[in-house]
């Protein structure tokens, strides 16, 4: 992204964090970068999403409504053997995406 776009970083070399939405998406973020998502990669992204929503810092969610939303709780509850290689192609296409230096 910043490589398409230098202006995201400021004069004093921070992120310009006024021009990222805050929140945990990473279903948007992969598509603003180019990737075009299977349904299953879709899938994925949103239960990581939710898992770096409240799963990763709190036992238990901080706000409850996620848990009252059926679909919601179906997908965090659905495991399939191949999520791993599922997380580490999206990876490696996120990666593909960055430029290497010439140096």
Avoid: C
Avoid at 9 to 38: C, M, N, W, Y
């Amino acid at each position: 992204m910043i490589h398409r776009d230098p202006s995201l970083i400021l004069e004093d070399a921070s992120l310009d964090k006024k021009r990222f939405p805050k929140r945990h998406s990473l279903v948007q973020p992969a598509q603003d970068l180019g990737l075009s998502l299977t349904a299953r990669e879709t899938e994925m992204l949103m239960k990581l999403e939710n898992a770096v929503q409240w799963a990763g810092k709190y036992v238990v969610p901080l706000n409850y409504r996620p848990l009252t939303d059926q679909n919601l709780r179906s997908l965090l509850s659905t495991r399939y053997l191949d999520e791993l290689d599922l997380v580490r192609g999206l990876v490696r296409r996120i990666l593909s995406l960055i430029p290497l230096s010439d140096a």
